[in-house]
């Protein structure tokens, strides 16, 4: 515990527990088997509850001998008495003397491991405001001051009406400049207001700018300034205390709480006062990061037949609790609470409970006593915690919701609604639980990968390489219900689904990224999580503007800088030569195009020259864009924005060297964390002045950006081809087939990968010369062959070094798109495949035409057909304007059966099956299973036409003459005629003919209708058997794999598998082979038998 | 030579010129009725049938550990301190505790390709075969009941003996005996299987049983053996009967044409009139010659998939008149594809069907021939095993380590290591899987050879774990993997152990019928469509040298080896017998020829000149 020690800076690490437990386990566990996994932790299986909290201190804190040092990672606020004098008895205690006094707290962790709490005291909101004409700083502040107060004091009300003063102070200061325009050296003066609680900033904005009369004067409105700024945010940005930073409260500065003057759970409480508080930069050794304690959980509910768990009915039966600690690959908490009786787990804490209650109130107990820094899950924003939360207000349990690191204060719900121009307007519910951040891993996957299934299932067999078995939740009641053993068998269950979290994290290195991209804009992870990437930049931007004096001025909404908020051109395109290149095509990207503009040509806020003044600038001073908004030059006057770039472009250079010089992995982790937290950092600020409805927006920037990188094209363009000629003695002329953005692909005419290589390259620093620093073109890879199918659709084989090829890199193709079916999916991987690695456009065409022939034979398995969507909020069809498939088959499955029709918010997944003609679309959805039950036929032509047809169109098109040819011919012609029959009789046309001669295309009705054969072919009976014993054998053989293979993976042999995991590739497929066999099976009885 | 052949040839030569031929006969009944499914359905899955299979081996298994450990049930621990305790669930392990725990066998091997991979693959219409299926060095065994799984790990330097994971597969039912360490493992001090039980004595044969059998294991030719003359002397008696097991006679090929017909020619023959049955094992046509997958065939190609079988047919009805004939379905054949095959349809075989002495058999296949109980399969268990397990399968002795870790008793570990060396030794003289006095080192006693001594501390240990992997090359000639992998199906009274992970086979709901029951306990046991032949006598666990065991053979693929097996009702002697034509046949030549035979081929020979 670095409190215990007296040498600061140098926190002496206690040995983690997890450190001490024996790693015999690591060669013998099976990602595939989580019970070995289990078991593997027996140790911490025999300590008791004393083992799920943290390692307690050696002796309590003294402020007079210890000097703390920890690394925060959450920051709340609240209001409270102000403190009776400084601690630092060298310093007077700043803010107000009179409660209620705001008091911000921060949470984090000391190297030991240490729960820390700081109550940081003294820092008085405030913002800005310009001063009207004629303002006289001695005379008319006091009056400013008067007059605000008395109109907030009439708009107050709850507890800041309790306030005795509103406004603190008001204050004039001088020397300082808007953001806004291009100003030369004239400063003016602002008045910076005080005043007593946060939530008195927005209303003294209100009241400003809708105007206020200063003494007798007139109504005039002011323009606020940086009265946006969360106040926690404006606390970190003064004392320069980034995202979840090291901080260190020196000895003698500080007072430590113990007894009943804590309000915190946490193991050391101190009171401070801001300007005490000394914040670590992110160099050197406070790099690292502490070890949090992560809390992964899941719980089970018993629901009812046919309804999704509702809280106010379905109680809680298990709730499985797994508690690691950053670094440390190892739990060291893993338990199961379980209501009812339950057969042990080796190596996780079995508890059993009889009521709900007692499980529901241990478990908020265990939240306490664990005292997680971090809370995850899957889908636990939106799921477990809410429920939670709800179920114990159903029972009443009043010493539930206090989950949070405040002693006597309740966690609470509130319903939020996102909405963000990259991840889209989600509805959400968001727990607060002071002190903990919840990171809802569902959440992070949505953000940060573009997948298509984002189950826990299809994530972990992505990131993890494991398959889990999926439970549905109305066989989840039914093992509640049975034995002991049934409940133990839900528990490892719910075991495993609490872990793959942690797995998550730990492989995704989620906690590091998220801890570096904190460090870096300096918001706390909270805010990384919740909000946007504009408090990101505003963050960035606040604290560069506090060192140049610059204000930021406070917006109203769609107040645009001097701009109506009508859309500007974006980025350009190179009209693509489509076709498909056996030659090398080259690559040449600007490296950080964007950013590197901003910087070249200094665009910024405070670089923008209003046009009226264009005139009275010197010559030389500034450079008029290609958009006609003119900025000023670096040399007359840096702006923020590039600065920032500069910076943050700088640290990532450094990054990604000191990511290659380390030796040790999780140094590099950290290192890649920040270099790609740096990279989105720098390339969100250019989104930030475009963003029409954001804090900040100023499309004279965003749209000289775009223009100058839509010219840089052109000229890449018309350089490399003026150049790259015969004429200069190079092997062809070179031709740009593509550009997008910041990209050119160039097709050197060598046919070789080595020499387009080198004279990517040298092309690279030829154009670069052509443009300002720091744009820079850069060589990143060769495509050999490629296929440029259009605008952003491309594929090739990506080269980085001329020996070898990387990979093969799509763009814009069908691969992860849900609404697509698999066959979509894996039809274009293959083709793509054939084409560019085995060279045979030949295979490609072949194998094309037998995928669609199979697809019209229905002899493709319905897996690769299925389409799922989620099913939107109250399935009720009135609900979608338009006739959806997948809500029109929910309402028709819930007609079937009620139990196991899809609820909200599950996917539901479905084929399109053949109907009368005009039957409209979305009637033709059905359930694969009950397509598979019924024999129902897929809707072949539907999946050709829909599915099939536009993608490899689009990649036909650039090869070969007519695509069309594709789509007719032989391999459709046979079965089109065949089709109304057998699609008829279903999958097996053996099950229709059951009176007709089953000699393939006799047909003959037979009068006995125990006979197999007709007269004519009863010599052939033999070979009639035969053929349909082989179908069948065929189908024997998939049954024996398909199950055993579930048995595998549910990792039992003895129990029967109960996964219902949609997303699995065999999970329909071994239905169908079940329901397949007993039709084939019937149609072998009519042979007789056997014996 | 064996007894057998000499008697037959010697014999046969004698009675040659006699005009009453007379085929030998015998008692015969069919005992299949347990691998009938008489209404096939698809709906259950396979647990049932792991669960089935324990609750039928566990009390055998317990019995077994009782007798070697003199483990006892938990309540009876407190009365009789120091035996080791039988675990009622694996769930209830402890650390530190010793206990002795029965479970199915659980073997991962992480290299075996999934299916959930192949199928989330690139989009084919081909099935691909998962037959390969690779063990490796990664592999580990856990232990599981229906409560829970323990996962199996060898003592420090214990010698590979000592677990020898490779030759183990998944869904052997067994009692381990050992302490459950702080990892959650199990560290085995000793195994145990269901307790090999024994038929019924032979009805009194003409001559004494014979050991020396496992003599001919490897030796085809065996005209210049000495104990030609000795045998010839010693069985005064020709052979009462005589029943010939050949498999694989891949019909459809031309391959060996000449070599079966000269087989039908010595079985209808006058050499062959002792010959009371013939037993098909499986593969009476050879692999399918089209790849059917889910095409439509045209006509022509219906025909010629049907060509092979009636060749068979119209080859076996020739024969059926003059012998009894039990047919097999195996791998090839136009059969069911899921273990118990059931009886290949009367409609393949039209032309033999007719003869009441033809039968067609389920495989695997029970029946009794003059009162010896025979049970056998066409060989897709063996294969099984052999691809879940290591290329050198150990004879598992249950016994190797049984004896002195229940000497021991306590729970001290330190002297594990000590233990089980000495184990070793001191089992050396235990039953073995192919013990014969002819054959100078059993299995067992390689086995032993291999191990450090007992005062053999750790700079042995690498040797014997070295030692251990070589085990095969130290293996007296005829303990071959293949034949220890079907004498431990025995010891582990399991006829297709690693059905249905390994195998396909049919999901029973309420039985488990490849339990080998005390009731079904037969006499041979024997695997069809093999590579070579073997055999061998599988005792139970600590009985002498010489007393009844149960006969194991491998019946060898006649298409490959153009050999077939013969198995004398009295004494159970097993001994090969080849066929082979220098003309006609382009199959691989023949190991060596029999004078008997060699005489039909010269026969056969102007037979065809003839016409």
Redesign the interface.
């Known amino acids: 515990m670095a409190a215990a020690s007296s040498t600061p800076a140098a926190p002496v690490r206690t040995k983690r527990p997890a450190e001490a437990a024996p790693g015999s386990a690591g060669k013998r566990t099976k990602a595939s088997d989580f019970e070995l996994e289990l078991e593997a932790a027996i140790a911490a299986e025999a300590a008791g509850p004393a083992s799920w909290q943290r390692v307690p201190l050696r002796a309590p804190v003294d402020p007079r001998k210890d000097d703390v040092v920890f690394q925060w990672i959450d920051i709340d606020m609240t209001d409270g008495d102000p403190l009776p004098s400084h601690p630092d008895p060298s310093k007077t205690l700043p803010g107000s003397r009179v409660g209620p006094v705001p008091v911000l707290r921060l949470y984090g962790v000391t190297d030991g491991g240490h729960s820390v709490m700081a109550h940081v005291h003294g820092f008085t909101p405030y913002f800005f405001c310009n001063s009207p004409p004629g303002f006289d700083a001695a005379r008319d502040c006091a009056g400013f001051q008067a007059s605000l107060e008395a109109r907030l004091r009439s708009a107050v009300t709850g507890r800041d009406a309790a306030i005795s003063r509103l406004v603190m102070a008001v204050q004039a200061e001088d020397g300082l400049q808007s953001i806004m325009g291009f100003h030369g050296d004239e400063t003016a003066t602002f008045l910076r207001v005080y005043v007593a609680a946060p939530t008195l900033v927005t209303k003294c904005r209100t009241i400003l700018e809708r105007g206020m009369r200063l003494g007798s004067g007139p109504e005039l409105c002011y323009q606020c300034f940086e009265a946006n700024t969360p106040f926690t945010l404006r606390f970190m940005i003064d004392n320069n205390i980034t995202g979840s930073n090291y901080l260190e409260l020196k000895r003698g500065t500080y007072r430590s709480r113990t007894g009943a003057a804590r309000s915190g759970l946490a193991q050391v409480e101190v009171d401070v006062v801001y300007d005490s508080v000394v914040s670590h930069g992110i160099e050197g050794e406070w790099q690292r990061v502490a070890p949090f304690r992560i809390l992964s959980f899941d719980i089970e509910c018993q629901g009812r037949r046919g309804a999704f768990p509702d809280p106010k009915l379905d109680p809680v039966i298990q709730i499985a609790n797994v508690v690691t600690e950053q670094g440390s690959s190892r739990p060291v908490v893993r338990n199961v609470m379980v209501l009812g009786t339950c057969t042990p787990i080796v190596g996780a804490n079995v508890i059993s409970f009889e009521d709900e209650r007692s499980l529901l109130q241990a478990w908020s107990r265990f939240v306490r006593e664990s005292d997680p820094d971090v809370m995850t899950g899957y889908n636990v924003d939106n799921f477990d915690i809410p429920y939670l939360m709800n179920r114990a207000a159903t029972l009443g349990i009043a010493d539930f919701p206090y989950l949070g690191r405040l002693r006597g204060v309740r966690t609470t719900m509130q319903n939020k609604t996102f909405q963000s121009a990259a991840f889209g307007r989600r509805e959400s519910v968001e727990t607060k639980i002071h002190g903990r951040v919840v990171l809802d891993m569902l959440e992070h996957m949505r953000r940060n990968h573009k997948l298509s299934s984002y189950s826990l299932n299809a994530v972990s067999a992505k990131f993890l390489g494991q398959q889990k078995e999926d439970v549905h939740h109305s066989i989840i009641a039914d093992l509640q219900r049975g034995t002991a053993d049934d409940r133990r068998r839900l528990a490892v269950y719910c075991l495993k689904d609490a872990y793959l979290p942690q797995r998550l994290i730990d492989k995704l290195m989620v906690v590091v990224n998220h801890v570096e991209m904190a460090r870096v804009t300096g918001v706390p992870i909270d805010f990384i999580l919740r909000r946007g990437q504009q408090v990101k930049v505003m963050s960035m931007l606040f604290r560069k503007c506090r060192a140049k004096d610059l204000l930021v001025p406070t917006l109203r909404k769609q107040q645009g800088a001097g701009d109506d908020g009508v859309a500007y051109e974006g980025a350009t395109v190179i009209e693509p030569l489509r076709g498909f290149y056996t030659d090398p095509i080259a690559t040449l990207d600007f490296a950080s195009l964007y950013p590197s503009i901003m910087m070249a040509h200094n665009l910024c806020y405070s670089t923008l020259v209003d046009p009226k003044e264009v005139a009275s600038l010197p010559e030389g001073a500034c450079a008029r864009a290609p958009t006609g908004h003119v900025f000023v030059l670096k040399s007359t006057k840096r702006g923020i924005l590039p600065e920032i770039l500069e910076e943050l472009l700088a640290a990532r250079t450094v990054a990604k060297r000191d990511m290659k010089a380390a030796t040790d992995p999780m140094v590099r982790a950290v290192q890649n964390g920040r270099q790609l937290a740096l990279k989105v950092s720098a390339n969100s600020v250019y989104g930030f002045t475009g963003a029409t409805v954001g804090q900040l927006p100023c499309l004279a920037i965003s749209s000289t950006v775009t223009a100058y990188g839509r010219d840089m094209i052109h000229m890449t363009k018309e350089a490399v081809e003026r150049i790259y000629t015969r004429a200069n003695g190079f092997p062809a002329d070179a031709v740009v087939v593509y550009g997008d953005t910041d990209s050119v692909m160039v097709k050197f005419g060598v046919p070789d990968v080595p020499t387009s290589m080198e004279l990517g390259h040298q092309a690279a620093e030829e154009v670069t010369k052509l443009f300002p620093s720091p744009v820079r073109l850069e060589f990143e890879k060769v495509y050999s062959p490629y296929l440029l199918m259009n605008k952003k659709r491309y594929a090739g084989l990506y080269w980085t070094r001329p020996d070898k090829w990387d990979k093969l890199d799509a763009k814009g193709i069908e691969t992860v798109r849900r609404d697509n079916c698999a066959l979509v999916r894996r039809v274009v991987e293959t083709v793509l495949r054939k084409i560019l690695i085995e060279k045979s456009v030949e295979g490609a065409i072949a194998y094309t035409k037998e995928v669609i022939a199979d697809l019209l034979q229905n002899k493709l398995d319905i897996s690769l057909l299925v389409i799922t969507k989620a099913l939107g909020k109250a399935a009720n069809s009135a609900d979608y304007k338009a006739k959806q498939a997948h809500v029109e088959l929910a309402e028709r499955m819930r007609k079937r059966d009620p139990g196991s029709a899809p609820v909200v918010g599950d996917r539901v997944p479905y084929v399109i099956i053949q109907a009368p003609k005009g039957t409209p679309n979305y009637l033709k959805s059905e359930d694969p299973l009950y397509c598979l039950e019924k024999s129902l036929s897929v809707d072949a032509k539907w999946y050709l036409e829909h599915q099939l047809h536009r993608p490899l169109t689009r990649l036909f098109d650039p090869i070969v003459h007519n695509t069309s040819s594709l789509f007719i011919g032989d391999h459709t012609r046979v079965v089109s005629k065949k089709t109304p029959t057998s699609v008829k009789g279903g999958i097996m046309a053996f099950a229709k003919r059951s009176t007709k001669c089953m000699f393939k295309g006799c047909n003959v009705p037979l009068k006995d209708a125990k006979a197999v054969v007709c007269a004519l072919h009863a010599p052939k009976v033999g070979e009639v058997y035969q053929l349909a014993r082989e179908r069948a054998s065929a189908l024997e053989r998939d049954f024996g794999r398909l199950w055993t293979q579930c048995q595998r993976c549910q990792g039992s042999l003895h129990q029967d598998v109960i996964c219902t995991a949609k997303d699995c590739p065999i999970f329909y497929m071994r239905r169908k082979v079940q329901m397949e066999l007993d039709q084939q099976t019937k149609a072998l009885d009519r042979f007789g038998d056997a014996w | 030579m064996s007894a057998v052949l000499d008697a037959l040839f010697t014999g046969s030569s004698g009675h040659a010129g006699t005009s009453d031929l007379v085929r030998a006969s015998a008692s015969y009944a069919a005992m299949n009725q347990r691998f009938?499914i008489k209404h096939?359905?698809?709906?259950q899955?396979?647990?049932?049938m792991?669960?089935s299979r324990?609750a039928k081996l566990r009390p055998r298994a317990l019995a077994a550990a009782r007798k070697a450990w003199g483990a006892v049930s938990e309540s009876e621990a407190s009365s009789r301190r120091g035996s080791p305790v039988v675990a009622e669930?694996i769930?209830?392990?402890r650390?530190g505790q010793e206990r002795v725990v029965v479970g199915?066998v659980?073997k991962?091997m992480?290299s075996r390709p999934?299916?959930?991979e192949e199928?989330?693959g690139?989009?084919t219409?081909k099935?691909l075969d998962?037959r390969i299926v690779v063990s490796s060095a990664e592999d580990?065994l856990?232990l599981?009941?229906?409560?829970?799984?323990?996962?199996l790990?060898a003592p420090a330097g214990a010698p590979y003996a000592a677990l020898p994971v490779g030759s183990f597969v998944?869904?052997v039912v067994m009692a381990a005996r050992g302490v459950v360490?702080?990892?959650?493992?199990l560290q085995v001090h000793g195994f145990c299987f269901p307790e090999l039980v024994l038929p019924a004595a032979l009805p009194a044969a003409h001559g004494r049983p014979h050991d020396s059998s496992s003599s001919q294991s490897q030796s085809q030719s065996s005209s210049s053996s000495p104990s030609l003359s000795g045998a010839a002397a010693g069985a005064a008696a020709r052979p009462s009967s005589l029943v010939l097991l050949v498999s694989d006679l891949g019909y459809g090929e031309p391959k060996r044409t000449m070599a079966r017909q000269m087989l039908w020619d010595f079985v209808a023959g006058a050499s062959g009139a002792v010959i009371s049955r013939v037993v098909v094992a499986g593969g009476l046509v050879a692999a399918?010659p089209i790849e059917?997958?889910?095409k439509?065939?045209s006509?022509q190609e219906?025909?010629a998939?049907?060509e092979p079988?009636?060749e068979a047919d119209a080859a076996l009805s020739a024969i059926a008149p003059s012998v009894p004939f039990d047919v097999m379905p195996g791998a090839n054949d136009?059969?069911?594809?899921?273990l118990p095959q059931?009886?290949?349809?009367?409609?393949?075989l039209?032309l033999s069907q007719r003869y009441t002495s033809f039968r067609?058999g389920s495989n695997p296949h029970h029946f009794e021939v003059g009162g010896v109980s025979f049970l056998g399969h066409s060989g897709q268990p063996l294969d099984a095993v052999l691809a879940n397990a290591e290329a050198s399968v150990l004879p598992l002795d249950p016994s190797l380590l049984a004896d002195t870790a229940a000497g021991g008793g306590g729970d001290d570990d330190a002297d594990e290591e000590d233990d089980v060396e000495e184990d070793g030794e001191a089992t050396g003289s235990c039953s073995s899987s192919s013990a014969g006095p002819a054959v100078p080192a059993t299995a067992a006693s390689s086995a032993e050879s291999t191990l450090p001594p007992g005062d053999a501390g750790a700079a042995t240990e690498d040797a014997a774990a070295a030692a251990s992997r070589d085990f095969a090359a130290d293996l007296p000639d005829g303990s071959t993997p293949r034949l220890n992998a079907l004498a431990n199906c025995l010891r582990w009274q399991h006829l297709a152990p690693n059905t249905?992970?390994g195998?396909?086979?049919y999901?029973f709901v309420s039985d488990d019928p490849f339990v080998v029951d005390p009731e079904d306990a037969p006499h041979v046991l024997f695997a069809g469509c093999q590579p070579t032949f073997g055999t061998t006598v599988v005792r139970p666990a600590g009985s002498a040298e010489g007393s009844q065991g149960v006969r194991v053979i491998l019946v060898p693929s006649f298409a490959e080896t153009g050999e077939a097996v013969l198995v004398d009702l009295a004494t159970l002697e097993a001994t090969s017998i080849a066929f082979s034509c220098d003309i006609g046949d382009d199959g691989a030549t023949a190991p060596g020829r029999l004078a008997g035979v060699d005489e039909a081929a010269r026969a056969q020979e102007k037979a065809v000149a003839g016409i």
Request: include cysteine; charge should be neutral.
């Open positions: 009938r096939a359905s698809f709906r899955q396979f647990n049932q792991y669960v324990i669930k769930v209830r392990l650390v199915t659980f991962d992480p999934s299916v959930v199928f989330a690139a989009y219409t099935a998962t580990t856990s599981e009941d229906e409560s829970g799984r323990v996962v790990t998944t869904g360490l702080a990892d959650g493992s399918k059917l997958g889910s439509f065939l006509g219906q025909e998939l049907a079988i009636s136009p059969g069911t594809a899921l059931q009886p290949l349809h009367g409609v393949l039209p067609r249905p992970d195998l396909a086979c999901p």
